[in-house]
Each structure stands twice: as C-alpha cells, then as structure tokens.
C-alpha cells in the first residue's frame, strides 16, 4: 500500500516536496517512481529511483527542478520540488515495481494534487 502526501497550493516558484510512504513490503526491493496528471491530459513520468542502487531519472520537464529520493529505513520515497511553474499542476502519483520486473508499476498510490498559481 502506497499513501502519498504533501501536496498543496503554492505560488510559482515556490517549493513543495511530497512524501510517500510504503506499507505492508520489502520496500527497499522496490523501485519507486513519481507520475502526474493534468486535468485533461494523460498520466506522464515524471522521476523514478531503483532498488538496487538509487539511480534516479526525469523527464525532461523537470529535470533540475525535482528531485526523487528515498529512505528505506522509512520505508519513504520523496519528491522535492523546486523552482514550480503553472504547468506543474496535476496530481502527483507514487509508484512501486518489485526487483523482479524492469518495466512497469504494479502498485500505485492515491495521488496527491499539487496547484501551482502563476
């Protein structure tokens, strides 16, 4: 089970950073990433970070802006994100894909809207 958390209203370039927390797993064999989705658009990738060694990745619209990282002793993924702008408006999803898969999600969390005003 995946809780997403701290979402908000914020103005644009401020910061927020959201939290996910995993329960009921071996959340330091998942690999963990974080979508979005905008009224009216489809879900979109937006960063990730593997089990085995915390490499991370992100899309190009946010790449210097967030950044993912995640504590196993918590068993919490994190979201930073800084410098927002308007068009980072959605609700933002956690994500989690056991080792044994190296493509996909197969748990997601409820989602956590985060509005940017410009």
């Known amino acids: 089970q995946l809780q997403a958390s701290g979402g908000g209203l914020v103005q644009a370039g401020g910061s927020l950073r959201l939290s996910c927390a995993a329960s009921g797993r071996t959340f330091s064999f998942y690999s963990m990433g974080w979508f979005r989705q905008a009224p009216g658009k489809e879900r979109e990738f937006v960063a990730a970070i593997t089990w085995r060694d915390s490499s991370t990745n992100y899309a190009d619209s946010v790449k210097g802006r967030f950044t993912i990282s995640r504590d196993n002793t918590k068993n919490t993924v994190y979201l930073q994100m800084n410098s927002l702008k308007p068009e980072d408006t959605a609700v933002y999803y956690c994500?989690?894909?056991?080792?044994?898969?190296?493509?996909?999600?197969?748990?997601w969390g409820q989602g956590t809207l985060v509005t940017v005003s410009s």
């Open positions: 994500a989690a894909r056991p080792s044994s898969k190296h493509a996909g999600y197969d748990y």
